[in-house]
């Protein structure tokens, strides 16, 4: 297409070029290869708009508008392919054989190419040699303004404006400006020109080894073996990164060390490259590793002979915590096994050790204090190691209780574990911190040594309890409760105390970060009893006591240095209101004349004891027994209701009967049934309770078995299934009672009855004239009947609309009012089931277990079918 087509077409088709696209980039390139004077004189001939055309130039992608990245970065050294994966799971088992160890300065120019586009946003400097394919651009002004846009040809020349060509290849820039400058001033009067580089050429190179995309790239011709890298995304971790070839012509003009770029800055030996030439990444040289207190632990490229300070030096030198005189090298021998050696850094030897290939060096760290400090644990608000100076006192750092301590802390004792320097054994001293603190420098205020241990602890009778609530109060309020070291139950933030059926107390603890368990006597003596039976040894016995009985905190403790019972009771949280004064017990463990070892018992005056005023001291393992006072504070009540002249709850001495409380109580009164008294026991309750518990869980065994066998009984299976989950239903929502059958007509009147003997929780309920019979059990209607007299076993029953299907006839019993069970068809006293019954009697009509199945599910039914009845006739009659 010539030219004068080439404008028509641009004439025609400009407008809609948006939607045809039909003029080509080779065409607007070939328009735009013109010259720019004649550019604009077919233009203006044809009356195109020339900005138009440019316009339509960069729209069709022959430049673009915006910089474009060539190389993304790899986000979190996440791989983009397959061979990105393998490569970077090859990497993570290296770094995991090297314990975490990576290769220095391989994450420089990780990334991933996104274009094969010449990198072009390069500064272009003076000295740059003009070549075919860069573009010069030329700003004229003054007389004549015009910009003119000059390509260098294959020729290696410009086409100048009424000047003709210009030979410019292998020109420096500088030299191109120079001239073109020369000649415009020349050629043109009054005009000056400012020439600069538009579009550079672009070459093609090779990058080739051990690089992570190996390949040939075009860049830029200002391109260096860097830009190179960084295009083809980087070196792998097994290429070098201190011998980087370049070569030209087959030959190496150029190496590259990047540790000079990434360590020192030097990028004197990041070479220009040239179309044709070959970046060649050799595999890597030997490697050392440095980890410890060093500023960059990594793995290291050795290039020639290294000493140890050259090798720290490369990974950025030592940290402040460094300790210089123990540096751990471990290494592989001629045996190809691994031995560990050491050097000393503070000597000269020891920074010109060599290191070879396969070394791993570890930098040691000081300790974080390794002296003049003491340390203070427990409930203290600031807590953790302080500086010492010699004389300092326990006052020094707990100037004041409120402000040093926690709201639990046990202000009255105070614990130091001191450590002999020489022996490095420790012994513990106690301290009364309340006194210390409120007269510094007296005795109690004892002096600290150098990495003396203050443990503060905290009083349990502290923290968040408040309100108290007896075990037996009843269920909880929803405030939640806890339950406290004497066995009561207390307020607690979220706790909840709850009866389950079984009319047991359970606890759900809620987590406390308050709790002042975590700085009780044992959780901070433990550590400290641990280290005194480990430090024991024939010459120097083991140093630690128990003490038990009325003390707060029994439990094994460390020997008081003063060795005085005193001190260990003071340990122990003091003597509470139980102990009995008059007398402790000590049991210590001696050595007979045939080295047999025995206990001998002493006894100690405990009030002197506390005043110390007994001449005893105590030794290794001796056991301390506070006794307590004989049924202190047992309090034991019966509670009396129903028909009782004054019903309420009693106190009773110890082996006061029955009969003397009713008797205090005034007595029955005129309306009561002593035949139908409910006598109750706590301990029956829990006995009853715990057989409930046994028998849920045989039926629930049971039951499962007779699930699993399958309809085996002509389809009457899901049947019987349905009745025996009727029946664990009914044991599951049954209470125990805890009844005891008595005769609490005898028990008044006839002095020859057994006497009752009370225990702490019973409940007599002593009920009304009763003027019903009831019928429980396998009848049709399971109810009370008004009592009448005359009628026998089998008219009541006949009354309940007879016995079901499932009933055994031959075993009804009846339950009397006192809870006593008889058998009318095996008693002689009944005659029969044709015998009268009495107001408040219980008629049972069993279920027949016979007739389903022999095993033992039926069995444990009955039973529990049997005491069901029991509990449900006491509660019934009242």
């Known amino acids: ?27 607007i390139q070939q328009f735009k290869s013109l010259p720019q004077a004649q550019q604009e004189a077919l233009a203006r001939q044809y009356g195109v708009d020339l900005s138009q055309i440019q316009g339509s130039a960069g729209s069709n992608g022959s430049k673009p508008s915006q910089p474009v990245s060539v190389v993304e970065p790899l986000e979190n050294g996440q791989p983009d392919n397959e061979g990105d994966n393998k490569q970077a799971r090859e990497e993570q088992a290296f770094a995991k054989k090297n314990k975490g160890l990576k290769p220095f300065g391989y994450e ?9 586009a010449p990198v072009t946003e390069i500064p272009v400097p003076a000295n740059y040699t003009l070549g075919p394919g860069d573009e010069l651009k030329v700003q004229l002004w003054g007389n004549e303004n015009r910009q003119l846009s000059l390509t260098v040809s294959r020729d290696g020349t410009i086409d100048m404006p009424e000047r003709g060509p210009i030979v410019v290849a292998g020109m420096s820039f500088q030299q191109v400006r120079d ?9 043109y009067i009054g005009v000056k020109a400012a020439v600069s580089l538009g579009e550079l050429r672009s070459m093609r190179v090779f990058v080739l080894g051990e690089t992570r995309t190996p390949g040939s790239y075009s860049v830029s011709s200002l391109s260096t073996i860097t830009n190179a890298l960084y295009v083809s995304g980087g070196i792998r971790h097994t290429g070098s990164l201190r011998n980087i070839q370049l070569k030209r012509n087959g030959k190496v003009v150029s190496t590259l060390d990047l540790y000079d770029l990434l360590l020192n800055g030097d990028t004197s030996g990041d070479t220009r490259l040239q179309a044709g030439d070959a970046i060649f990444i050799p595999a890597v040289g030997p490697r050392v590793g440095i980890d410890g207190e060093v500023y960059r632990p990594a793995l290291y490229e050795l290039k020639g002979p290294t000493d140890l300070q050259e090798l720290v030096n490369l990974a950025g030198g030592m940290t402040a915590q460094a300790y210089p005189q123990i540096t751990r090298i471990e290494r592989t021998n001629q045996e190809f096994l691994r031995v560990i050696a050491e050097a000393d850094l503070t000597e000269a030897t020891g920074k010109q050790a060599r290191v070879i290939a396969g070394d791993r060096v570890t930098i040691a760290s000081i300790a974080d204090v390794t002296g003049q400090y003491i340390d203070i644990t427990g409930a203290a608000t600031r807590t953790g190691k302080f500086a010492w100076v010699p004389g300092m006192r326990v006052s020094s750092v707990i100037r004041n209780l409120d402000a040093d301590l926690l709201p639990m802390a046990d202000t009255n004792f105070a614990a130091i574990v001191r450590t002999n320097p020489d022996t490095q054994q420790i012994s513990v001293l106690s301290l009364q911190l309340k006194i210390a603190v409120s007269n510094p420098g007296g005795p109690a205020d004892l002096v600290m040594h150098e990495k003396d241990q203050l443990l503060v602890f905290a009083d349990e009778s502290k923290g968040d309890f408040r309100q108290s609530f007896p075990e037996k109060a009843g269920m909880h309020n929803g405030n939640g409760v806890a339950e406290n070291r004497s066995g009561e139950f207390t307020q607690n933030g979220s ?20 709790d002042p368990q975590r700085f009780s006597r044992n959780a901070l003596f433990d550590p400290v009893v641990k280290r005194l039976k480990a430090q024991a040894t024939p010459s120097a016995p083991q140093q630690t006591m128990t003490i038990s009985g009325p003390v707060r905190y029994p439990a094994e403790y460390p020997l008081p240095a003063t060795g005085k019972v005193r001190d260990a009771i003071i340990m122990a949280g003091g003597l509470t209101d139980a102990a009995l004064m008059l007398e402790a017990e000590l049991a210590r463990r001696t050595l007979d004349d045939n080295g047999v070892e025995r206990t001998r018992l002493q006894t100690i005056d405990l009030t002197s004891a506390m005043n110390d005023q007994v001449d005893v001291t105590l030794q290794s393992r001796d056991r ?31 082996g006061e009967t029955l009969a003397e409380v009713l008797q205090r109580a005034g007595g029955l009164t005129s309306n009561a049934f002593p035949r139908g008294a409910v006598f109750t026991r706590e301990k029956l309750r829990e006995l009853e309770a715990r057989r409930l518990r046994e028998a849920e869980k045989r039926l629930q065994g049971d039951l499962l078995g007779v699930q699993l066998e399958g309809d085996s009984f002509g389809g009457k299976n899901a049947q019987r299934i349905d009745q025996v989950k009727g029946l664990l239903d009914d044991v599951q929502s049954s209470r125990p009672v805890g009844r005891m059958v008595i005769d609490l007509q005898a028990v008044l009147s006839d002095s020859d009855y057994q006497s009752i003997r009370l225990q702490d929780g019973d409940t007599l309920t002593v009920p009304s004239i009763p003027q019903s019979v009831s019928v429980f059990g396998e009848v049709q209607f399971p109810t009370s009947h008004l009592h ?19 009933a055994d ?32 009697d219980t008629v049972i009509m069993p279920i027949d277990v016979d007739r ?10 009955s039973q529990i079918v049997y005491q069901m009845a029991l509990g449900a006739a006491a509660v019934g009659n009242l």
């Not at 001239?179 to 050629?187: N, R």
């Not at 706790?495 to 308050?514: C, I, V």
């Not at 019993?813 to 009944?830: C, I, Q, R, T």
Request: avoid cysteine.
């Open 1 to 27: 297409m010539n030219l004068k087509n080439l404008l028509l077409s641009l004439t025609l088709l400009l407008p809609i070029a948006a939607q045809a696209q039909s003029i080509t980039p080779a065409q």
């Open 108 to 116: 420089l120019f990780e990334g991933k190419p996104s274009t094969f």
């Open 179 to 187: 001239e073109i400058s020369k000649l415009v001033a020349e050629q």
């Open 495 to 514: 706790d909840e105390l709850a009866q389950n059926k079984y009319g047991e107390w359970t606890l759900n603890r809620a987590d406390d970060q308050k």
């Open 624 to 654: 301390l027994m506070v006794k307590s006072v004989p049924l202190f504070g047992a309090t034991r009540t019966i509670t009396l209701q129903g028909e009782v002249v004054y019903p309420g709850e009693y106190t009773f001495s110890d």
């Open 788 to 806: 009448v007299a005359g009628l026998t076993v089998d008219d009541y029953l006949e009354r309940s609309g007879g016995p079901t299907r499932q």
């Open 809 to 840: 006839e031959n075993r009804v019993y009846v339950v009397k009012a006192d809870g006593s069970v008889m058998l009318p068809e095996k008693s002689a006293w009944f005659g029969g089931r044709s015998q009268q019954l009495q107001p408040g």
């Open 852 to 861: 389903l199945n022999q095993l033992e599910l039926w069995t444990n039914v």
